[in-house]
């Protein structure tokens, strides 16, 4: 695992472990002083450079948690999956698009 940055550790700090109690992004932006996007950034970088389990919930309670076990891992990852199916068919309908029609 590479050196966590200053920021990374900072907001690594605040999400709770668990999908119990999730940390909602906007009490994430106002404890960190970041705006929304540099939080979603920091919280890439935690999960892609530095294999943090970090998931998602959507539903309430909503917000970040760190994943726990392989329930989480699961739920977790199902709305990934849709989002990737769906930006998936957004590409393929742009690549297939006529061009001349517009």
């Given at each position: ?15 709770p ?61 199902v ?24």
């Open positions: 695992m590479n050196q966590l940055s200053k920021d990374e550790k900072r907001v690594l700090r605040l999400i472990k668990g999908s119990t109690n999730p940390r909602p992004q906007k009490e994430l932006v106002q404890l960190t002083g970041f705006n929304a996007r540099k939080l979603r950034l920091i919280i890439n970088e935690l999960i892609v450079k530095h294999g943090i389990p970090i998931g998602a919930q959507y539903t309430k309670p909503n917000g970040y948690y760190i994943v726990t076990n392989e329930d989480e891992r699961g739920k977790a990852i709305p990934l999956v849709s989002q990737y199916g769906e930006l998936f068919k957004r590409a393929q309908s742009i690549h297939n698009a006529d061009l001349q029609r517009f």
